[in-house]
């Protein structure tokens, strides 16, 4: 394929994947309320929440626009999920035709199990969130008061989904380079530190 054609195709096809997004950003924004809601239940499990107004779950916010980024980071990220199987096919679409057969047929496969161990990673995260939160906040002096803002909160809340996601997807991604040829079986052991058959055997006489 030709170079400009080749550009092309990545124009058109990052074109159909950011206005993808833009539309599930847009759907964000109506659905902003009950998201957030949920986003922020680990918090209201801990007693922290009720620090500042006795039976009502509070957050703080330190800043006149720092309310209105909330509201379109949280869009962001159900449009980045909304539009998902949109700008992943747009990806895979333009990377396919450089792949061999056999590894056309190995990424189908990794990307069908990629996708849920993600999510189960950060499903695993939501439901312990409230406890890791309990444990970290719980290291303040009697005397305080929790005053955690919504922005501080958030990134906690993404970075916990995002670390977690990936987690779940390194001995997947370890199994698809070892197929593919790009990291050997060998190159695994030796970066861990597990003995070759040669040397057990060795050992062994």
């Known amino acids: 394929m030709p170079l400009m054609e080749h550009l092309r195709e990545l124009r058109n096809r990052l074109l159909i994947a950011l206005a993808a997004v ?14 957030w809601a949920y986003i922020k239940e680990p918090f209201c499990d801990t007693p922290q929440a009720q620090q500042l107004r006795e039976g009502q779950c509070t957050l703080t916010y330190g800043g006149i626009f720092q309310s209105f980024f909330l509201t379109l980071k949280v869009s962001a990220l159900v449009g980045l999920v909304v539009s998902s199987p949109v ?23 990794f990307l069908g ?5 993600f999510l189960l990673g950060a499903a695993l995260a939501y439901f312990i969130m409230d406890t890791s939160l ?5 290291f303040a002096p009697s005397d305080t008061v929790a005053t955690i803002q ?30 593919i040829g790009v990291l050997s079986h060998a190159t695994v052991k ?9 040397s057990c055997s060795s050992s062994a006489r």
């Open 22 to 35: 833009i539309v599930g950003i847009i759907v964000g924004w109506f659905f902003f309320d009950p998201v």
């Open 87 to 109: 700008w992943l096919y747009q990806i895979w679409a333009f990377v396919t035709p450089a792949l061999y057969r056999n590894e056309k047929r190995y990424s189908i496969t």
């Open 113 to 117: 199990i990629a996708v849920p161990l």
């Open 134 to 138: 309990a444990i970290l906040l719980g």
């Open 150 to 179: 919504i922005d501080e909160y958030l990134g906690y809340v993404l970075i916990m989904l995002v670390i977690f996601g990936i987690s779940f997807e390194l001995p997947l991604l370890l199994v698809f380079l070892n197929i």
């Open 190 to 198: 030796k970066s861990t530190g597990a003995p070759s058959s040669s």
